[in-house]
């Protein structure tokens, strides 16, 4: 499974920035897509996550009410829409995708956000 990242960028504390990940390859066997983050210095870390049919979501609590997961499964792609966006949430963002393993078994190149204050 290849993972493709797009829509990172520069945005101001206040903003908003909706983050693509496009999957390809053996998706048959994706049964859950999500998004991770890291800053530097830090552990990379679970932000939010989706089955593969939308119907079960998880969030970090740090997201809650702050951004959203979604998907359009005919185009094999998964969003971040991430709204209010505070220098804090200032990361390399990845997409990652599970086939039925508890850890993520594949992961896209990474995206850089950075919010300004």
């Known amino acids: 499974v290849q993972l493709v990242e797009s829509g990172g960028g520069l945005v101001q504390a206040g903003g908003s920035l909706r983050l693509a990940c496009t999957a390809s390859?053996?998706?048959?066997?994706?049964?859950?897509l999500g998004w991770y983050r890291q800053a530097p210095g830090e552990e990379r870390n679970m932000v939010a996550a989706?089955?593969?049919?939308?119907?079960?979501?998880a969030y970090a609590d740090s997201v809650k009410g702050q951004f959203t997961i979604s998907r359009d499964n005919a185009k094999n792609t998964q969003y971040l829409q991430m709204n209010s966006l505070k220098p804090e949430d200032s990361a390399i963002y990845y997409c990652?995708?599970?086939?039925?393993?508890?850890?993520?078994?594949?992961w896209g190149q990474g995206t850089q956000v950075t919010v300004s204050s």
């Open positions: 989706s089955s593969r049919d939308g119907e079960n979501t």
């Open positions: 990652a995708a599970w086939e039925g393993t508890m850890a993520p078994s594949s």
């Open positions: 390859g053996n998706i048959v066997r994706v049964n859950a």
